[in-house]
């Protein structure tokens, strides 16, 4: 039998887990600008790219973190815990590349956002675009948590693009 009071912890719950994530992705966009600035790029620029490759990694490393969660020997449950929390910073990088390229779409929508309502507004509709039933919950957040993996497994591991060197100012014209 289902109380009124499991009802209002599960309310609660997701509530609780979605402001969380709402001030997550704000964190990290704050913290981090130049690796979220990489993953939006690189979820503007190929997303499904970033998608194949974040589906990959979580396929491959799913099954890894799984059996070592599941081995009855504690360091192999740590390397286990650790390559899931891993994953997980570097999926809330590649999120706040997502929120940040929705936040630029949202800017040029309405000029007059700021740029902290901008990135607010677009965090919440990547967080919330989660919550609709069915299709939220098994095609919206698998895609961007993929996409989300994906971008950030690039904006952390690789360079940015190399400068061109400038011209020095003592060059002598011949």
């Known amino acids: ?25 704000i964190a990290v966009s704050v913290l981090f600008g130049d690796r ?5 790029n690189r979820l503007e620029r190929s997303p499904g790219k970033a998608t194949l490759l974040g ?5 491959v490393l799913g099954v890894v973190v ?32 997502l929120a940040t390229l929705v936040a630029q779409r949202l800017a040029r929508l309405e000029p007059s956002l700021t740029p902290y309502g901008a990135l607010s507004r677009g965090a919440l509709l990547c967080v919330l675009a989660g919550l ?13 948590g993929f996409a989300s993996l994906g971008a950030g497994v690039e904006a952390i591991f690789t360079r940015a693009g190399a400068m061109a060197p400038s011209q020095s100012a003592n060059t002598v014209a011949s």
Not at 55 to 59: F, N, S, V
Not at 132 to 144: A, K, T
Request: proline share 6%; aromatic share 8%.
């Open 36 to 40: 979220v600035m990489r993953a939006r």
């Open 132 to 144: 609709v039933p069915v299709l939220g919950w098994f095609v919206v957040s698998p895609l961007m």
């Open 66 to 97: 799984a059996a070592l969660l599941n081995h009855p020997a504690p360091p192999f449950k740590l390397i286990g815990w650790v390559i899931y929390l891993l994953l997980l910073v570097v999926g809330a990088v590649g999120f706040s590349g």
């Open 1 to 25: 039998m289902t109380t009124i009071g499991d009802v209002l912890a599960v309310i609660g719950i997701v509530a609780a887990t979605v402001l969380s994530l709402w001030a997550l992705v």
């Open 55 to 59: 589906g990959g990694i979580a396929i």
